[in-house]
């Protein structure tokens, strides 16, 4: 089942009830288990088919269907000028993209694994990050950097960081972070849609995750605008009433099952998907955590300097005198990624999320 949207009034007025209800209806007539990477596939084939423009390249994407095979059979059906492979290159894959962007095309970019675009990073953060103010609003770069990140699978370092504070902190830069099939979908259009740049970061270990959802459904609902967009929208994906647990993209299903988990305890746990990083929505977050005085924030990257802290630290600021007790993390630890054997020790699990929860000065007894 898909998380609840929690946005504003105003947002939420965008849809009608009744819109809504005839949405509900079309999806439960059509559902079917669909994986983490078909929805990712076809939002990718819905939007070149919608639009000559969307081009999509990067290593091993062509024939071969990407690595993870999120872009397979897209070169059979669209040809070798809208889905091809590239040299392992990762600046020059980026630079191209931003010269594509520059001239009217709306390039989607695959790096292969979250560690190989560091080599592309000066170009995002010189370039793809700073060419719509540096022209003054005149050139703005509609592009997807789509980067399949964080751990999971059994992988080794360059193959499992967990990399979206490097891109969180560089202005100019959109950070998209799905975490349910529906969202990978939506999110995805979004992404390709926006006219600014779109760091969007995939879930590794979520590629083979199943839901039943409506593929047809879900085109048809982003291209008539019968849903709200997630841009700046969190998700509640389970309410609670004694303390919050806020996540994003992979840590999302340990902090639902971590919920799962203490409500045999006796304690009602609200989860927070973030959905986008940047921009960051305040509003929910906020709204959540003065409602259960209570907040634990997790992710898979190392602590220090991180996303996570970032929203420590604006809860802090936004919620303090709410709070009954301070806000704490759970998340990977400061040291490069372990070796697979080590992986489920750095990761954050259900027991640790609970640890942190106990942790949260209860009443005695409580």
């Known amino acids: 089942m898909s998380p ?23 999806a439960d007539a059509g559902t079917q288990p669909v994986t983490f990477a078909k929805a ?12 000559e423009s969307v081009l999509v390249f990067g290593e091993d994407v062509g024939v071969l269907g990407g690595v993870f095979r999120i872009t397979d059979g897209l070169t059979k059906r669209f040809g070798t000028g809208r889905c091809f492979d590239t040299p392992l290159a990762e600046s020059g894959i980026v630079g191209m993209a931003i010269g594509m962007a520059m001239n009217g095309m709306r390039p989607v970019i695959e790096m292969q694994f979250d560690a190989f675009a560091y080599p592309a990073f000066e170009q995002i953060a010189s370039h793809v990050a700073k060419m719509h103010n540096r022209t003054k609003g005149k050139m703005p770069l509609p592009m997807v950097i789509r980067i399949p990140y964080a751990g999971g699978i059994g992988g080794v370092e360059h193959h499992c960081d967990s990399s979206e504070s490097y891109y969180a902190h560089t202005p100019g830069l959109k950070v998209f972070t799905p975490a349910t099939v529906r969202d990978a ?11 600014d740049p779109v760091i969007f ?6 590629y083979w995750t199943k839901e039943q959802v409506d593929l047809e459904a879900l085109r048809l609902s982003h291209e008539t605008d ?26 999302v299903s340990t902090a ?19 959905r986008t990083i940047v921009p960051l929505d305040d509003a929910t977050i906020c709204a959540s955590v003065r409602k ?17 802290s970032e929203i420590v630290a604006r809860i802090q600021e936004r919620c303090f005198h709410s709070l009954a ?29 609970l640890d942190a929860v106990d942790a949260l000065q209860w009443e005695e007894g409580a």
Do not use: C, H, Q
Not at 185 to 194: F, K, N
Not at 201 to 206: F, G, H
Not at 302 to 307: C, D, E, I, K, R
Not at 329 to 339: L, S
């Open 325 to 353: 007790a301070p806000v704490l993390r759970v998340t990977g630890f400061d040291t490069p990624y372990p070796a697979p054997k080590l992986e489920k020790y750095y990761l954050p699990s259900v027991d640790r999320i």
């Open 226 to 251: 019968a849903v709200p967009p997630t841009e700046g929208r969190a998700a509640i994906a389970r309410s609670g009433t004694d303390a919050t647990l806020i996540a994003y993209g992979p840590s």
């Open 4 to 26: 609840t949207v929690t946005t504003s009034s105003a947002a939420n007025g965008n849809v009608s009830a009744a819109t809504a209800a005839a949405a509900a209806r079309t």
């Open 40 to 51: 990712l596939n076809t939002a990718l084939a819905d939007s070149m088919a919608l639009e």
């Open 256 to 274: 639902m099952a971590a919920a799962e988990a203490a409500a045999l305890e006796g304690r009602s746990l609200e989860v927070i998907d973030v």
């Open 292 to 308: 259960t005085g209570r907040a634990v924030v997790i992710a898979e990257a190392p602590g220090f300097a991180s996303v996570s």
């Open 201 to 206: 970061m995939e879930p590794k270990k979520l």
């Open 185 to 195: 979908y939506l999110m995805l259009r979004e992404a390709i849609d926006s006219p």
